[in-house]
């Protein structure tokens, strides 16, 4: 009877740890696969500009032109929803007719200003969170319709799946998108600084700046479409800025005209954030010591905020007591001429972030 219960004990000890083997034999290959396909983009290369529809090959120095920057959010992130990362318990944040109908909208208004020049951050391509709505087509087949724009992409995202949190975010492509009514000479995305290491860095963002080149005149028209670190500790943020400024140094010591400008997640030191205060258990952004830079001006509008928590849905919410945000705007070169910048307040309606929109003219 003691052997029969030995054997019976045996049997069950070894089916316990045929599964926990099992289970971690499945971790083990599923981070593995992640590993395999983890995608490593080189320092420096070069993006596949769309065919151009204008004859816009030269920039005219003392022409006024206009340059908008907007985080759209990937048509998710609207008045409705919050996020786990910051603080809210959404990971599924928008329906697909809700995705549509953001981007939609967002394209109505980016056609009702008309800018020269576009930045745009968090544009998915084949995301399950946006239900795989190829965003950066639809923007540039759209915007056509008023204004000729040429366009260059550059992914920062591209991961196969994500397993965490539940339900799972899934798998992301998603990226940074530049359009100009004049035509690009050349479009680059440079990698920038990842703070994260293994296994933490497979599920992350792999963030980069597109630097798009239009001749102007002797020089040329250098602009650097920013989306800077988010969630790290803050030595990301550090790092990703040090390489932007010295691209900022080497591209005004050729005498060339450079913006710089998006998602910096930091606000700039020489803007006034008083009016937004802090509030604990919010996700803070950082901030860029502007004196640390030559040669350039910081240009932020805090009339409205650029951006909002997503600790919980603004819709419904208490305007007054709400967490807002100075992270989005322009470093512009000293030989711009900024004639006007305006932060559009849209009511966070469809993203997350309001529009920064600057009117300049090079000097001559």
């Known amino acids: 009877m003691k052997d029969k219960k030995t054997g019976t004990f045996k049997k069950i000890l070894i089916w316990i740890v045929s599964i926990i083997g099992g289970l971690f034999l499945c971790v083990a290959l599923f981070f593995g696969w992640l590993t395999v ?122 991961v196969k799946f994500i397993p965490y949190p539940l339900p799972p975010i899934g798998k992301v492509n998603a990226g940074i998108m530049t359009l100009s009514t004049h035509t690009m000479d050349k479009a680059t995305r440079v990698k920038l600084p990842t703070p994260f290491s293994w296994p933490v860095r497979l599920g992350n963002l792999k963030r980069c700046l597109l630097i798009t080149r239009i001749p102007a005149g002797d020089h040329e028209l250098v602009l650097i479409n920013v989306h800077l670190e988010a969630y790290d500790s803050g030595e990301g943020k550090v790092e990703q800025t040090k390489l932007l400024k010295s691209i900022l140094d080497e591209e005004i010591a050729k005498g060339n005209y450079v913006i710089a400008g998006g998602d910096f997640n930091q606000t700039f030191s020489n803007v006034d954030t008083s009016m937004y205060p802090t509030y604990e258990g919010t996700w803070q952004c950082g901030s860029i010591d502007t004196s640390e830079f030559d040669g350039v001006s910081f240009v932020m509008d805090n009339t409205h905020p650029t951006c909002r928590s997503l600790d919980k849905p603004y819709a419904g919410s208490d305007k007054d007591t709400f967490q807002y945000y100075m992270i989005d705007g322009f470093i512009v070169s000293d030989n711009i001429i900024v004639l006007s910048c305006e932060t559009l307040n849209y009511g966070f309606m469809n993203t997350d972030h309001n529009p920064v929109y600057m009117q300049f003219k090079l000097k001559k």
């Open 37 to 158: 396909t983890e995608y490593r983009p080189k320092d420096t290369e070069d993006i596949q500009l769309t065919d151009s529809f204008n004859d816009n090959y030269d920039i005219n120095p003392g022409s006024i032109m206009s340059i908008l920057t907007w985080n759209v959010g990937y048509g998710a992130l609207g008045e409705n929803s919050d996020f786990f990362m910051d603080g809210g318990k959404m990971v599924d944040t928008a329906s697909e007719q809700v995705v549509k109908f953001n981007i939609e909208s967002m394209v109505k208004d980016i056609k009702a200003i008309e800018p020269t020049f576009i930045f745009l951050q968090e544009v998915d391509v084949d995301s399950k969170r946006s239900h795989e709505f190829n965003e950066a087509s639809y923007f540039h087949e759209q915007l056509n319709e008023g204004s000729a724009y040429q366009a260059a992409f550059a992914y920062n995202f591209k």
